[in-house]
Nanobody
Framework: QVQLVESGGGLVQAGGSLRLSCAASGRTFSSYTMGWFRQAPGKEREFVAAMVWSGGIYYADSVKGRFTISRDNAKNTVYLRTDSLKPGDTAVYYC??????????????????WGQGTQVTVSS
């Protein structure tokens, strides 16, 4: 059974930082594209960042320069470092995995597996 478990969310003041983790079990994800998405109250889920299996890294324009995605294949874990957080970053952050391709990394429908989400709240 494949599981993705996020951790690291919390309450932080504007300008602060958090490191989100996504630990995968049940499958080795080193050869898959992994992504992070987020969903704020009343809004649709949106793409945040992705690390393609072949090595490409992509970010949403709204987080570019502030967020950093990385992965530790030995630990089967993906990270999202979030710096210079803004109140607009407040959302539930989801880890996604299982996408074998490299083109549709920003589409939530491309991913087979999802974590339960971790809440990030940024106060002004």
């Amino acid at each position: 059974q494949v599981q993705l478990v996020e951790s690291g969310g919390g309450l932080v003041q504007a300008g602060g930082s958090l490191r989100l983790s996504c630990a995968a079990s049940g499958r080795t994800f080193s050869s898959y594209t992994m992504g992070w998405f987020r969903q704020a109250p009343g809004k649709e889920r949106e793409f945040v960042a992705a690390m393609v299996w072949s090595g490409g890294i992509y970010y949403a324009d709204s987080v570019k320069g502030r967020f950093t995605i990385s992965r530790d294949n030995a630990k089967n874990t993906v990270y999202l470092r979030t710096d210079s957080l803004k109140p607009g970053d407040t959302a539930v952050y989801y880890c996604a995995g299982g996408y074998r391709g490299s083109t549709y990394y920003a589409r939530s429908a491309a991913y087979d597996y999802w974590g339960q989400g971790t809440q990030v709240t940024v106060s002004s």
